[in-house]
């Protein structure tokens, strides 16, 4: 069974620093595209970044390119995103989520196209 525990959320100030973990269980990841979304408070879930299966390649939001980035670390079964300069605008709940098809990179970012998600981890960046 394909599990995924997401962990590393908290209150910030702005401008400091989080490291977000992926914990899986069920799959390897290099045979996974993972994928990072974010959901503030009455808006829609929005796309962060992802790795393409096998390490074919990232993707980052616009907002993420330069403060956020990837990385995994396959012995401990887990994904991270760690997030610098943090702003008031990043505060949302942090989702992973993952799918065993190569996608595309114009569908990296569309949530229907995963499969498997984190029950999410709550960031909160106060100005």
């Known amino acids: 069974e394909v599990q995924l525990v997401n962990s590393g959320g908290g209150s910030v100030q702005a401008g400091e620093s989080l490291s977000l973990s992926c914990a899986a269980s069920?799959?390897?990841?290099?045979?996974?595209?993972i994928g990072w979304f974010r959901q503030a408070p009455g808006k829609e879930r929005e796309f962060v970044a992802a790795?393409?299966?096998?390490?074919?390649?990232?993707l980052y939001a616009e907002f993420a390119k330069g403060r956020f980035i990837l990385s995994n670390d396959n012995a401990k079964r887990s994904v991270f995103l760690q997030m610098i300069s943090l702003k008031p605008e990043d505060t949302a709940v942090y989702y992973c989520?993952?799918?065993?098809?190569?996608?595309?990179?114009?569908?990296?970012?569309?949530?229907?196209?995963?499969?498997?998600w984190g029950q999410g981890t709550q960031v909160t960046v106060a100005s």
């Open positions: 989520a993952a799918t065993d098809r190569q996608l595309d990179y114009w569908l990296l970012g569309s949530p229907p196209q995963y499969d498997y």
């Open positions: 069920g799959f390897t990841f290099d045979d996974y595209t």
């Open positions: 790795v393409r299966r096998s390490g074919a390649g990232t």
